[in-house]
């Protein structure tokens, strides 16, 4: 494996690391996944809702139709403005759109870097 492609490989995986990592991860911290509803443990709908906001990412690598929406950072900044409006009500939900944008914009980085250090047969397959 050549040094382009391995800094490649590293930069797709730190971003992919970032970019639905770090939002997985605090997602998980500030809302639980089960919670108990009497005597029973049911799924947390809001943690299911930001789980798959947290995957918005994956999205524009398994569906073309994804490549006219707003870059993944957008979405997470626009959310953390809207939900900075409505801060008295949910305070978790701007720490987590805050760690959601900033993992993005950095995974955004690292994918544009190794974009730079992608092999050339790949690229002209992407082009087309």
Sequence with gaps: ???NKKKWWACQI?????????PFA??????????ERGSAETASASAIVL?????????????????????????W??????FLIVQPIIDQFVVV???G???????????KV?????PVAQALEESK
């Design 1 to 3: 494996m050549t040094p």
């Design 14 to 22: 730190s971003g992919w690391t970032l970019c639905i990592g770090v």
């Design 26 to 35: 605090v997602i998980l911290t500030y809302f639980p996944l089960f919670v």
């Design 51 to 75: 789980l798959l906001l947290a995957v918005i990412p994956l999205f524009k690598y398994i569906n073309q139709l994804f490549k006219k929406t707003p870059a993944s950072w957008v979405i």
């Design 77 to 82: 900044v626009v959310l953390l403005g809207l």
């Design 97 to 99: 759109c805050f760690w």
């Design 101 to 111: 944008a900033i993992s993005n914009i950095l995974g955004g980085i690292l994918f």
């Design 114 to 118: 190794a974009k730079k250090y992608q």
